[in-house]
Every structure is written in structure tokens, then in C-alpha cells.
Nanobody, 122 residues
Framework: GQQLVESGGGSVQAGGSLILSCEPA????MAWFRQAPGSKREAIGFISTVFEASTVEYTNSAKGRFTISRDNAKNTISLQMNSLKPEDTGMYYC?????????????????WGQGTQVTVSS
């Protein structure tokens, strides 16, 4: 598969917003993960598209603040992050799988990006 490339990371103050993008995004399952320094990688959410119908799921840390969307014309997915908190700081990764995402417990994406850094200051 093609190398996934994330963009849009940066530094922002608490309460601010950022939009991350990932391309290319032709895969059925596209997901976002993040890893804070000294912590394990954690899931944020995914968008799973089968026969042009999409399902979006978020983990508790992202619900209500983050939004994942897919732009088929641009072949990208994005992660809109609002009301950012210092604990959102970390490296954010885009990941993809050929099949639908299924459930978090069994999701093991095949393809990963190199990550983009997000830093939220208080």
C-alpha cells in the first residue's frame, strides 16, 4: 500500500482547534491514533466506509470534541479537533486497513503514517 502522510499538526493553546489531514485515503478503514510521550498509543476514532456508507466511531477521549470526516474528491480524511486540552498533546497517526474497521478490539491497521505532532499548551 501507499505510505500514509499526515499534516496539520502544530502548537496551540488550550481551548484552541486544529485540523489534521491524512492522504491518500482510498481504504475502507481509516483511523486516527495518538501517542503521548511515555504513554502507549491510544485510539481516537475511525471512519469505515463500505459500499459508500460510512460509519464513524470515537473513543471516549475524543467524543464531543473531535470529528473525523472523509473527502472522496480529495482522497483524504481529516480529524477536526476542538476544545483542545494539554493532555491532547502527542504524536497523531493516521492508519488504514483494506477491510472495514469492525470493532476496536480487533482493529489492527495494515498501513501507518509517520505521524504529526500536536502540542497543546495551558
Amino acid at each position: 500500500g501507499q505510505q500514509l502522510v499526515e499534516s496539520g499538526g502544530g502548537s496551540v493553546q488550550a481551548g484552541g482547534s486544529l485540523i489534521l489531514s491524512c492522504e491518500p485515503a482510498p481504504y475502507a478503514c481509516m483511523a486516527w491514533f495518538r501517542q503521548a510521550p511515555g504513554s502507549k498509543r491510544e485510539a481516537i476514532g475511525f471512519i469505515s466506509t463500505v459500499f459508500e456508507a460510512s460509519t464513524v466511531e470515537y473513543t471516549n477521549s475524543a467524543k464531543g470534541r473531535f470529528t473525523i470526516s472523509r473527502d472522496n474528491a480529495k482522497n483524504t480524511i481529516s480529524l477536526q479537533m476542538n476544545s483542545l486540552k494539554p493532555e491532547d498533546t502527542g504524536m497523531y497517526y493516521c492508519a488504514a486497513d483494506l477491510a472495514s474497521c469492525g470493532v476496536w478490539e480487533t482493529l489492527k491497521p495494515l498501513y501507518w503514517g509517520q505521524g504529526t505532532q500536536v502540542t497543546v499548551s495551558s
